[in-house]
């Protein structure tokens, strides 16, 4: 007896948090079979997903039809990726993770015990492959894309979005990280990557790169304006705004990053996992506490003969360090307030902290992983259009 397929297309890709439903239905159950059950194989290709391969059995409804989730087995802890630390000078590349993405063959069977009393086991042809980022869509987010009956995969995949929550016109500080993401729907595909940077003085710079782009990889872009060709002042003239999107079949959409020359003391960057495949960078520039927590094992030996004032009778045998902060995000539109709300959710967070002296060169910046400890959120400002708030973040060391 055969079994087919449907509810998920092959080559689709699809975020391991959420629902991955496939459906299996049996053409019959063999005559005089018994205790009949629809198989399930799923694949790591490579090699990624721990316990690979893993096999699941249902017993079809009164229709012959057997419904799998996949989900719990594809949503495993990944190791992030992006590229860090930028040498001295933005590049302005485009990079691709192929371990950001998970490879996954499905092969449908059968199984049952046939009129003889023998156990028999069926196995089909692969029915394709499918891919897996690793995520979780916000609920309200999620919410609203099923109302639209659409699925993660066509909003930001086939529609052409970049993987951010951020708004498409953001503020950024004039030596901010900047990084995009995203996976096209078809492999092999060939994009246009423009940007336009605007300066004080009425002049326009151009950039344009030809990325070729597949399946199975995530795609990062570093679009600091300095890798772009954007210098941030040239002279006494300043950029005030530029502008990203990609053109390619589906083309990409439109994103504008304006300068904020605002003077900050010091500022710092948080890197925050998107859940929805790509990895933002916050600034953070209001004031930050630095308050480091210790402890340390203490032990005692008593007072020798002959042990004058420089010898000790008390011992450290053991320390631990670590550092703590809590940063205020600065005065943000209710836009990015609203992305940061959901970012701050993340299990996968980087900070990166500014070198002693205050230096903007972003090659020096260290980058510590942490988490973030909050478990509420109060906006400042909130009667305004710009708010606030303070965040806990601890090292995860």
């Known amino acids: 007896m055969s079994i087919t397929i449907s509810d998920i297309e092959n080559t689709s890709t699809h975020l391991s948090g959420n629902i991955i439903q496939i459906k299996a239905k049996t053409s019959g159950i063999p005559s005089g079979a018994s205790e009949y059950r629809i198989l399930l194989k799923i694949i790591s290709v490579d090699n990624v997903l721990m316990g690979s391969p893993f096999i699941d059995s249902i017993e079809p409804d009164s229709d012959g039809v057997a419904i799998f989730d996949i989900s719990g087995l594809m949503d495993q802890d990944i190791q992030k990726d992006f590229h860090w630390p930028i040498p001295g000078i933005y590049d302005g590349k485009w990079k691709g993770y192929t371990n950001l993405v998970y490879d996954v063959q499905l092969v449908p069977g059968e199984i049952y015990i046939d009129k003889n009393n023998l156990l028999v086991e069926n196995w089909q042809s692969t029915f394709g492959t499918v891919f897996i980022v690793k995520g979780k869509l916000n609920q309200p987010v999620l919410a609203m894309i099923n109302d639209a009956n659409v699925s993660w995969f066509d909003y930001y995949c086939t529609a052409g979005r970049w993987f951010t929550y951020q708004p498409h016109t953001q503020y950024v500080g004039p030596y901010q990280p900047v990084k995009l993401w995203w996976k096209p729907p078809q492999t092999g595909l060939s994009f246009t990557l423009h940007a336009r940077g605007y300066y004080s003085d009425g002049s326009v710079k151009f950039f344009t790169d030809f990325p070729t782009m597949w399946y199975d990889v995530m795609f990062e872009f ?11 002042v040239i002279n006494d003239t300043k950029l005030l705004y530029y502008e990203i999107w990609m053109t390619g079949s589906p083309s990409v959409e439109k994103r504008t990053f304006i300068i904020d020359w605002v003077y900050h003391e010091e500022t710092f960057y948080l890197l925050a996992d998107n859940q929805i495949g790509g990895i933002d960078c916050i600034s953070l520039t209001g004031a930050a506490i630095y308050s480091p927590t210790a402890e340390r094992k203490i032990s005692v030996k008593p007072l020798q003969k002959g042990m004058g004032v420089k ?6 045998s053991g320390s631990k360090k670590n550092r703590q902060w809590k940063i205020n995000s600065g005065y943000k539109s209710k836009a990015e307030m609203a992305a940061l709300d ?3 959710d993340t299990p996968n967070a980087w900070l990166l902290v500014p070198p002693a002296g205050g230096s903007d060169f972003i090659a020096q910046y260290t980058v510590v992983p942490v988490i973030i400890t909050n478990t509420e959120m109060q906006l400042t400002n909130s009667m305004n259009d710009q708010e606030s708030i303070e965040i806990e973040i601890t090292e995860a060391y």
Request: net charge neutral; charged share 20%.
């Open 222 to 232: 570093d679009l600091h304006p300095e890798g772009l060709g954007f210098q941030p």
């Open 311 to 316: 010898q000790r009778t008390k011992i450290v």
């Open 342 to 344: 959901i970012l701050l």
